[in-house]
Every structure is written in C-alpha cells, then in structure tokens.
C-alpha cells in the first residue's frame, strides 16, 4: 500500500499526486514509469514519474481522469492509499550534456517530458521548451517548466495562450530560424504529436526522443501487450522503452493499437458513472 | 479387477458458460473404492515416478482406513501444495504410468485421490500444525512466487530460517495465480495453500521487481545470506509474422493474464477488458494453448481451434486437458501451421493463413519433423488470435545482474548439484533454470535448493 501525501489539482480532471514511495523514489530516474492500481478491481494504470525525491522518499504522479481506472484513481485524496505501486520500471533517459535541447510537451506530456528536462537542464543544457494544450486552462505545471527553460512558448488550439495552433507549428518555425543551434529534440505527447514533430525533426536530421503510451499490463516484459515496432523490430515499450528514436518508431501501428479497447472502455465508464450516480 | 472410478465433471455444455471448476473431485465413497484398487506394493514404482516421492501407497493405505488427516500429513511430508499438484500434475505420465494396474487395464486415480485428501484437509477446520523451530536469525530472500518460490520459502521456513519472498505482479503464485485458469484451478486454493506459507512465517512482499525496485546486490546488503531466484518463463514467445501485431492478436501471457490476474472475465465489473470475438484462433498445442482455447470459449466466443503444426499424438498437452478442450467443442486444426495474420484494413486481425504441413524424421527433439506442403495454403477466419508457442525466461533481473551467467535462451545456469548460480550464495531453480517446465519439476527444484542453501548456511555460519 502506498500512501498518498499531496494531492493538487492543475486542469480540470488532471491531478498531480505526491506518493510515499521511498524504494521507488531512491531508484527513480528521467524516463522511468510506475504501475498502479488503485483498487481491487480496477486497471493496472502505466504512469510517468513526474519528479522525485530521494531524502523525503516521494514520487509525483500526474494523473487525467479519462477512462474508468484513471477516474476511480482521481478521486483518491490524500491520506488515501493505493493498492499496488510497481517500479522504477522501464529504462531510464541518457542524460548528459549535449548542448541546446528543444523540449516539445503535448497536453499530459507536459509530465514526462518535464523530468527529461530539468536533469537536462541540471546537466548543464540550454532548454527551449515548447507546450502546447487545447487551451490554456489546460497547460498544465506551467510555473515549473518555465524554472527549467531558458525559454519558453505556448500554443493553445484556441489561441488563448500563446499562439493559436500546434506546438509542431512553433517547433517548424524554430527549425526554420534556428536549426543549427539545436542539438536534441525531446517530444512526448498524443502520438499524432511525436508523429508530426519527428516529421519535422527529420528533414534537419536531427535526434528525436519520443516517449511510447502503449496499452499495458504488467510492465515487466511479460505480455507483449505494449509492443511496438521500432525500425522494423518488435520491441515490448515497457522494458526496451517507453523512449525511442522517433525517426524509428510506426507511429500509425501505436495509434491503431491504442484503440483496442475502445468500445469496452466506453462500457467501463458508462458503468462506472452509473456506479457513481446510484452509490 | 475393479474400474477405475472416473471424476465427475461439469457438463461440457454447461462448463463453457462459467469459469467454476470443470472436475468435482472425488466424494468419500469413490475415494475409497479407488483407495480399494491399490495393491499396496512392495516395489512401489509409483513412488518413482513421482518427481518429489511422496509416498503414494502410505496416504492410499490411510485413506482405506479413513484417516484422511494422516494421509494429508504423509502428502505434506513430501509436497507443501498437495490441492494444486492433485489438479494440475500430468500424473499420466509420472505415477499414474508407472502403476502396476496400468500394465493390465487402468492405472490408480492416484492424482485423482490426492486432490481428495487435499480437498479434505482445506475443508476440515483444523489449525494447521506448525511445529515450531527455533528462529535462526539466519535471513534468506526468495524471489518470484511460482511453485518453486513457494516450495523453497516454505521448506527454509520450517527450517527456522527468517524468510522473505518478492513478487514483481501484486499478487503471489506465479502462473498458479495468473495462468492457469479458475476453471482448472481455483484461485481460492492458491489462495489456501499461500496462506499456509505466511503460516510458516514467510513474509510475502509484492509489488517488487527484483532487478528494478531492489537489485540482488541490495538483497544481499539487507543482509539476505541467501537468495533463491525462481523467476519462471514469463517471456512470451511470437511467431514473427507479418500482421501479428494487429489488435485482436495476444500472447498466450496477455490473454490469459488479463482473464486470470485482472479477473477481465468479469468485466465491467473488473476494469481490465479483453477482446473475444466469435472465432478465435490459438495456436500451439500446450497446456497453455488448451488453456487459452478453454478461456476464450467461456468469454463467448463460437468458435474456437487450434492451429498446431503437428499431430494429436506430439501435442504436448496433458490428456486429460486435450479431452476435456474437445468435449466441449474445440476444433482442432492438426498439420497446419500459420504463416500470415491478415488484418481488415483498420487494424484488425480478419484472417490467419495457415499452410498444410506433413510429418518428416524425428528432428533433434525427438518428434517428426513438420513439413510444409507447398501451395497448400488456406484461411480462417478469425477476430482473435492467441499466440501459445512457449515462453522463456525474461531477461529483465540477468540483464540487470551481469554477473549470473544465463544461457543464450536466458535461462540461468546454475551448478546441477547445489542449484548454485555463478554467483555464491544465489541460487535458482524452476522455470528459469529451464527443463521439465511442469508445477511438480519446479516444485521438486525449489525443495532440493533449499536443501543445498541450508548447507551453503551452515557451511558459512559454522
Ligand atoms: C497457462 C499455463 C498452464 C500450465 N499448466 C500446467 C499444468 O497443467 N501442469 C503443470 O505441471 N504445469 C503447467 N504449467 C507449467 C507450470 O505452471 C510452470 O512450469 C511452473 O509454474 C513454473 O514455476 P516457477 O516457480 O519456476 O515459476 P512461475 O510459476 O513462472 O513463477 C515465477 C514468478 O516470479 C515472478 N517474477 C519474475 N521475475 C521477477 C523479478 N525480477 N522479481 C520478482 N518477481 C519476479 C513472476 O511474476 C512469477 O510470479 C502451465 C503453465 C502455464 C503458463
Ligand atoms: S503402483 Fe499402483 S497399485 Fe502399486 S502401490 Fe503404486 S498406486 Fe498402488
Ligand atoms: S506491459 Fe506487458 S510486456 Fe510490456
């Protein structure tokens, strides 16, 4: 059992967790995910170690409450504990000093690109960071990615912060202006996101980190459930991963792939609201 | 010479629409008249043939005289987990094959009675007696909670050893809990049986990846003296086609992991979903394939086949699983094997193309050799497909322990005497050591380990 510590609220429905996790916490590294359950019943959820904490022996999780599991795991509150935590899992990001990194956050992949960017940026790197969400309401650890940059723009689909448009639109723009400064580009968010930004990064021959959201189960290498083809080879995301070259990665195999279980998550919530109307 | 008695079963047309146990189990009555059977030989071959000698004509004999207490304690003795090893054993090709009655007509049920001493025992509300030892202050880590982990816990435990056992999945049993089905195995007994084991004085701690959470060099600075590692074979194995990573395309692991551990049978009542649609397809011709062909059939689908490459004679099923997947209505695909998962083109798997395939020389396992015949390839079609074709051990803890030297199939090599790894005081033994792959083997290699690390012990603590 694991005990939540902190729990703060940054966007509607998106919630960060402080958790009591000290064997995980002294092991954590950029890039390293979780495996949580909430309940008895509910999901196994992969989850991004947002930050860390050695001394206090916490770790951050950042959590959006889309389907049943991730619901149910929102409306913990703090003093709470959560059933099964598993990890540090998969492996961990190569931090060292390169030069100037661009970091391109989409939506929720604010949180795994953030830790990547703050021991980037610890390890003595330039950090342009880009983030971008539907909104502004919905850009989330905004305070703590503009600490760690040493500079910043915003996109919002609806212009209301930053420009209106795409994070790829600024990262093309950047490219465009500035490309020979740029040494690394890291970009996790929707697949389509890392899917357009390592179109973009490709024609600058320019080394892409993406970070893979596969459907999983145990994490450890024993499903295959997460695999994902990366330069015509069948790799498990949760071991051999979840980072990859994004040149390398069939992002059209992830996204089909991510819609498995669409038609039984729908079910799930359906239920799940019905559970919460009745009860 | 009197019949064998046969256990009743749920009727196939029945079963395939639950997840309870397919096998009832023996009443008193049937247990005694097939206890009646034994002749109680001298030689006692049976004995032999079981891979952890318990002594079978001794708990026969206790159960003629109906003390069924003394026969658990006589099983006990040899075997710390008799209710799964009486469900699960291939007793036909160990004891049950062995036996002097199988010469002539049908051999002692003597799986069959086992279960029935075993079932008693969990029933009777007797405290379990545990004699206790004097605590040697000596700790020993166990890691991975198969049958192996569970063995070795338990015999170091009754040892007076101070014993801690880690789980990577957030319950313990290994493929008793997330691979072999409720329908063959309840989980309520893995749930006896490990409870047990904490009984003995076993502390289980899941939700730790040894390798990941706590390495093995950490294990051993909290002062674990000695450290057994029973990992298993729980890398899924693919066949490397085209198409095989389509959605509705599982590892025999995924498949049953999400209807086992995560309970998808009983979905949306437990969130994990799974996928079935109306014809599924599985193929290989293991425990684990029969498994998953029983598993999907109950989750709905219509039809379900095999799709092996050889014939029924070198299915590597237990019989009794074979018969049970036949009566109730699995089709099986013999001498065909896959060779392309088509998809709908969005995503989906639609076809598997399988080619005819003839039987060639024995090959270097012994077995005919599958040969394709040419131009005879055919499709089914299917919504599900579940890849059943073996598993080896991951490589996550050897990858992130270089010094336990492994084989080139991972599995790790250990000292056939002492179950010793390259590295002292680590020992390992089950599935990742490689071998029989069966409950009992693994069973057997957890019990001779933990004789060779109360050795290694007391060698160094002398
Ligand atoms: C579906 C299926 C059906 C089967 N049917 C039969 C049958 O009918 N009869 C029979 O005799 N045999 C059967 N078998 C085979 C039998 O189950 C295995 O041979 C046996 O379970 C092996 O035991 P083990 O202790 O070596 O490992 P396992 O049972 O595989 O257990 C290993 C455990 O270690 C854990 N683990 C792995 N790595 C780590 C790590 N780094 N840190 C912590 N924990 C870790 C795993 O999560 C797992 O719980 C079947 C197997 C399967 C998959
Ligand atoms: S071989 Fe058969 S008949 Fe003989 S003792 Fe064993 S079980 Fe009984
Ligand atoms: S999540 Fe099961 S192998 Fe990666």
Redesign the pocket.
């Known amino acids: 059992m694991s005990k939540i510590l902190n729990k703060e609220n940054l966007a509607p429905e998106i919630d960060l967790f402080t958790i009591d996790a000290p064997l995980i916490a002294a092991k954590a590294q950029p890039g390293h995910f979780v495996i949580a359950r909430a309940s008895e019943r509910g999901e196994r959820i992969p989850l991004t170690i947002v930050d860390y904490d050695r001394d206090a022996g916490n770790i951050d999780l950042v959590v959006q409450a889309v389907g049943s599991s991730t619901m149910e795991f929102c409306s913990l509150e703090v003093g709470d504990e959560l059933l099964d935590l598993l990890g540090p899992l998969g492996e961990p990001i190569e931090i060292k000093e390169i030069g100037t990194v661009v970091c391109v956050a989409g939506g929720l992949g604010v949180a795994p690109v953030y830790p990547k960017a703050k021991y980037l940026k610890k390890a003595g790197n330039k950090i342009i960071s880009i983030v971008g969400a539907q909104t502004e309401e919905m850009i989330i650890m905004k305070d703590k990615m503009e600490d760690i940059s040493d500079e910043i723009y915003f996109s919002t689909d609806d212009g209301s912060l930053g420009e209106k448009g795409f994070t790829t639109d600024i990262l093309t723009a950047l490219l465009e202006e500035r490309a020979d400064e740029i040494d690394e580009v890291v970009a996790v968010g929707p697949a389509v996101m890392m899917k357009a930004a390592s179109e973009v990064t490709a024609d600058y021959d320019l080394d892409t980190i993406v970070s893979l959201n596969p459907i999983m189960i145990?994490g450890?290498g024993?499903c295959g459930g997460c695999r994902v083809t990366v330069d015509g080879e069948t790799l498990f995301a949760c071991v051999d991963g979840p980072a990859f070259d994004g040149h390398a990665v069939d992002f059209d195999e992830l996204m089909m792939r991510q819609t498995h279980y669409q038609t039984q998550e729908e079910k799930a919530k359906h239920n799940c609201k019905i559970d919460k109307e009745v009860g | 010479m009197t019949e064998r008695q046969q256990m009743k079963k749920q009727k196939p047309e029945e079963r395939i629409n639950n997840f309870k146990e397919v096998a009832c189990g023996f009443n008193k009555e049937e247990a005694l008249a097939e206890a009646e059977r034994c002749l109680q030989c001298k030689n006692r071959p049976c004995v032999d043939g079981c891979p952890v000698e318990v002594p079978i004509p001794d708990f026969i004999d206790k159960i003629l005289e109906e003390d069924f207490d003394d026969a658990v304690d006589i099983i006990k003795g040899k075997n710390a987990l008799p209710a799964i090893?009486g469900?699960?054993?291939?007793q036909e090709e160990q004891c049950e094959i062995e036996c002097i009655l199988g010469k002539k007509g049908e051999p002692v049920a003597i799986g069959a009675l086992e279960r029935f001493v075993a079932d008693f025992d969990l029933d009777s509300d007797k405290e379990e007696e545990i004699n206790s030892v004097e605590a040697k202050g000596v700790k020993v880590a166990i890691?991975?909670?198969?049958?192996?982990?569970?063995t070795a816990a338990a015999d170091l435990a009754k040892l007076g050893y101070q014993v801690t056992l880690?789980?990577?999945?957030a319950e313990?049993?290994?493929?008793?809990?997330?691979?072999?089905?409720e329908f063959?195995l309840p989980k309520s007994i893995v749930d006896e049986e490990i409870d047990y084991i904490k009984q003995l004085g076993v502390e289980v701690k899941t939700n730790?990846?040894?390798?990941?959470?706590l390495t093995i060099d950490e294990l051993r600075e909290e002062g674990y003296e000695a450290i057994f590692v029973?990992?298993?074979?729980?890398l899924p194995y693919f066949l490397n086609l085209p198409g095989e990573n389509l959605n509705g395309v599982y590892s025999?692991?995924e498949f049953?992991t999400r209807a086992n551990l995560m309970k998808a049978y009983k979905f949306p009542e437990y969130k994990t979903p799974i996928v079935t649609g109306k014809n599924v397809a599985v193929v290989g011709a293991?425990?684990?394939a029969m498994?998953?062909a029983r598993t999907a059939l109950r989750l709905g689908a219509e039809e379900v086949s095999i799709v092996y490459r050889r014939s029924r004679n070198e299915m590597p099923a237990?019989e009794e699983?074979i018969e049970n997947a036949e009566e109730e209505g699995i089709d099986f695909k013999l001498l065909r094997n896959p060779v392309k998962i088509i998809g709908d083109g969005d995503g989906w798997v639609k076809e598997l193309e399988c080619v005819k395939m003839e039987l060639g020389e024995p090959d270097s396992s012994g077995r005919p050799r599958p040969i394709a015949i040419e131009g005879s390839n055919f499709t089914i079609p299917v919504d599900t497909v579940v890849i059943?074709i073996g598993?080896g051990p991951?490589p996550?803890?050897s990858k992130k322990t270089p010094e336990l030297e492994t084989t080139e199939w991972d599995n790790i090599i250990v000292d056939e005497e002492t179950y010793e790894t390259s590295i002292e005081g680590v020992f390992a033994?089950?599935?990742?050591i490689g071998g029989?792959?069966?409950?009992?083997?693994?069973?057997g290699?957890?019990r001779k380990a933990a004789d060779e690390i109360q050795a290694y012990l007391q060698g160094k603590n002398e």
């Not at chain 2, 029973?230 to 729980?234: F, S, V």
């Not at chain 2, 029989?436 to 069973?443: F, L, R």
């Open positions: 145990d450890t024993m | 090893c469900r699960v054993c291939p890691v991975g909670s198969g049958p192996s982990g569970l880690f789980e990577a999945l313990p049993g290994g493929v008793l809990r997330y691979g072999i089905p063959r730790v990846l040894i390798g990941s959470t029973g990992t298993g074979a729980g025999s692991n049953l293991g425990n684990v498994d998953s237990r699983e059943a598993q991951n996550l803890l033994g089950g599935d990742v029989a792959a069966t409950v009992i083997a693994a069973m290699d957890g």
